[in-house]
């Protein structure tokens, strides 16, 4: 069975055959961590999770390499390290084990590798310097920028002309830059800014040039698909393609594959709304499964409407599902044989979660109906899909949580008591002790490392 997946590139559905089906290589570009990912964050996490089960399916569990890069060196990373007065090492840290934990809670496996931007600097500086060699980039006032008329394709994602790039203003106009859609590669470090020497001064790279480097070192020149949210499209993966095929003269990546947004109960999804779930707050409210099931209930391409009613539906299914699993413990076989070969169908279709759960919603009813056969078939596919993941009993005695607590404030006020106990303000880190302490929150010290309880 062919797999058939849209490319946001040709704008067209096309067949999957991978460059070398011993290593089919995908790369998708992960968080930037400062602060808890947000639902939103999820969808792609959850998404191409899908995509790396398909591919392990067909081309054999050790025949797929996927990275799913993290960018810890950034504006808004800087921004939230003064903000909060953590050292950027201490609070990148603590935001890639949130991730972490997120992702494992929405069920997603592990990728092959996740390489962080501040362990891959020389390779983005030698990147830099080829382009600088053929012409492609410039240097300007300590910073190097990309010359976008070097590459005739410039645009070919987005579907948009350079003419139009320029008059739609989303690129920043400045001095420095020859054509205001030249972008940065590289930029000079402000005082108390990160920092590495490069020939061009002590600065720090763009964030497009850190996907360019990331993904060849580990899938090469080229590679079979490049995932990311749809606001990704342009500039982000835009500039990624002009850089490495600049650079390596060579197409980059073979299918562009692009999620859709996610918007809460109708609206746009935004701080200022007030809208804005995080991950880790569901965890008090809801199972993983529930957050997956109803995240794979929309299209991947489609736009997906956050809803507390959806939530509650697809916990409703869940508890049927978990139910006949615990019923008919004894006849279980899990197994690739038994996996549903209708939902595969649905699946190769350009992944199409929501036919490939109506298919479960058919073997359900079947397997109610007690055909042994269908049980297997639907209980082998939930964990294909990467569901039902609880034991019956876990998943029956949970209860949400209905603390108030705001995680983010507690981990706030550690990382604050933590620099205090570093400047040795002691009486400050005492007095933050016992500020957690009066909102039930009990912390311990041990190896260098503090973690809290509630009281
Ligand atoms: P960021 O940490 O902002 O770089 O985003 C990490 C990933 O989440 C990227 O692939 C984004 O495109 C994706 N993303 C961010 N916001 C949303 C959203 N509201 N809906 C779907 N995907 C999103
Ligand atoms: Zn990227």
Same mark, same amino acid.
């Not at 201490?90 to 991730?99: A, G, P, Q, W």
């Not at 060849?216 to 490495?244: C, R, V, W, Y």
């Not at 509650?312 to 549903?340: G, P, V």
């Not at 880190?429 to 302490?437: Q, T, V």
């Given at each position: 069975?062919?797999?058939?997946?849209?490319?946001?590139?040709?704008?067209?559905?096309?067949?999957?055959?991978?460059?070398?089906?011993?290593?089919?290589?995908?790369?998708?570009?992960?968080?930037?961590?400062?602060?808890?990912?947000?639902?939103?964050?999820?969808?792609?996490?959850?998404?191409?999770?899908?995509?790396?089960?398909?591919?392990?399916?067909?081309? !054999?569990?050790?025949?797929?390499?996927?990275?799913?890069?993290?960018?810890?060196?950034?504006?808004?990373?800087?921004?939230?390290?003064?903000?909060?007065?953590?050292?950027?090492?201490?609070?990148?840290?603590?935001?890639?084990?949130?991730?972490?934990?997120?992702?494992?809670?929405?069920?997603?496996?592990?990728?092959?590798?996740?390489?962080?931007?501040?362990?891959?600097?020389?390779?983005?500086?030698?990147?830099?310097?080829?382009?600088?060699?053929?012409?492609?980039?410039?240097?300007?006032?300590?910073?190097?920028?990309?010359?976008?008329?070097?590459?005739?394709?410039?645009?070919?994602?987005?579907?948009?002309?350079?003419?139009?790039?320029?008059?739609?203003?989303?690129?920043?106009?400045?001095?420095?830059?020859?054509?205001?859609?030249?972008?940065?590669?590289?930029?000079?470090?402000?005082?108390?800014?990160?920092?590495?020497?490069?020939?061009?001064?002590?600065?720090?790279?763009?964030?497009?040039?850190?996907?360019?480097?990331?993904?060849?070192?580990?899938?090469?020149?080229?590679?079979?698909?490049?995932? !990311?949210?749809?606001?990704?499209?342009?500039?982000?993966?835009?500039?990624?393609?002009?850089?490495?095929?600049?650079?390596?003269?060579?197409?980059?990546?073979?299918?562009?594959?692009?999620?859709?947004?996610?918007?809460?109960?109708?609206? +746009?999804?935004?701080?200022?709304?007030?809208?804005?779930?995080?991950?880790?707050?569901?965890?008090?409210?809801?199972?993983?499964?529930?957050?997956?099931?109803?995240?794979?209930?929309?299209?991947?391409?489609?736009?997906?409407?956050?809803?507390?009613? !959806?939530?509650?539906?697809?916990?409703?299914?869940?508890?049927?599902?978990?139910?006949?699993?615990?019923?008919?413990?004894?006849?279980?076989?899990?197994?690739?044989?038994?996996?549903?070969?209708?939902?595969?169908?649905?699946?190769?279709?350009?992944?199409?979660?929501?036919?490939?759960?109506?298919?479960?919603?058919?073997?359900?009813?079947?397997?109610?109906?007690?055909?042994?056969?269908?049980?297997?078939?639907?209980?082998?596919?939930? +964990?294909?899909?990467?569901?039902?993941?609880?034991?019956?009993?876990?998943?029956?005695?949970?209860?949400?949580?209905?603390?108030?607590?705001?995680?983010?404030?507690?981990?706030?006020?550690?990382?604050?008591?933590?620099?205090?106990?570093?400047?040795?303000?002691?009486?400050?880190?005492?007095?933050?002790?016992?500020?957690?302490?009066?909102? !039930?929150?009990?912390?311990?010290?041990?190896?260098?490392?503090?973690?809290?309880?509630?009281?």
């Amino acid at each position: 069975m062919d797999y058939q997946f849209y490319d946001t590139y040709s704008n067209s559905k096309k067949i999957f055959l991978p460059l070398d089906p011993t290593n089919v290589r995908m790369y998708v570009c992960g968080p930037t961590v400062y602060d808890y990912a947000h639902v939103g964050n999820a969808r792609p996490v959850i998404v191409f999770d899908i995509v790396y089960r398909m591919l392990k399916f067909k081309y !054999g569990e050790d025949h797929v390499t996927y990275v799913r890069n993290i960018t810890d060196v950034d504006d808004k990373i800087i921004e939230a390290s003064n903000t909060l007065n953590e050292d950027i090492v201490s609070l990148t840290k603590r935001t890639i084990e949130y991730f972490h934990d997120d992702a494992e809670y929405v069920g997603a496996l592990k990728p092959t590798y996740e390489p962080k931007a501040t362990d891959h600097i020389s390779e983005m500086i030698s990147i830099i310097e080829k382009l600088i060699k053929k012409n492609h980039a410039y240097e300007s006032d300590g910073n190097v920028l990309f010359a976008v008329d070097t590459f005739e394709n410039y645009g070919q994602l987005s579907g948009k002309s350079l003419e139009d790039l320029i008059a739609g203003s989303r690129v920043e106009v400045a001095e420095y830059k020859k054509n205001s859609a030249d972008f940065i590669l590289w930029k000079p470090s402000k005082e108390n800014e990160p920092g590495w020497d490069s020939p061009w001064g002590k600065g720090r790279p763009g964030w497009h040039i850190e996907c360019s480097a990331m993904s060849e070192k580990f899938l090469g020149q080229m590679f079979d698909i490049h995932g !990311g949210g749809q606001d990704l499209t342009f500039p982000h993966h835009e500039n990624e393609i002009a850089q490495s095929e600049s650079c390596n003269d060579k197409k980059f990546a073979n299918f562009w594959m692009h999620n859709g947004f996610l918007s809460i109960e109708g609206e +746009k999804m935004s701080k200022s709304l007030g809208n804005f779930i995080t991950i880790n707050e569901l965890k008090n409210r809801y199972q993983g499964d529930v957050i997956r099931l109803n995240m794979l209930l929309t299209h991947y391409r489609q736009p997906l409407n956050w809803t507390e009613k !959806g939530l509650k539906e697809s916990k409703k299914i869940l508890d049927k599902w978990y139910k006949i699993i615990e019923t008919n413990n004894q006849n279980l076989q899990q197994d690739h044989e038994n996996i549903s070969k209708k939902m595969m169908v649905a699946l190769a279709d350009d992944v199409n979660t929501p036919l490939a759960i109506s298919e479960l919603h058919q073997l359900y009813k079947a397997a109610n109906d007690g055909d042994n056969k269908a049980l297997n078939a639907f209980y082998s596919s939930c +964990k294909f899909l990467g569901i039902l993941n609880s034991s019956y009993n876990d998943w029956n005695t949970w209860q949400p949580s209905d603390t108030n607590l705001d995680e983010n404030l507690i981990n706030e006020l550690i990382a604050k008591r933590n620099q205090a106990r570093n400047s040795k303000d002691f009486s400050e880190a005492d007095r933050i002790r016992d500020e957690l302490l009066n909102l !039930g929150v009990i912390l311990q010290d041990k190896d260098g490392k503090t973690t809290w309880k509630l009281k």
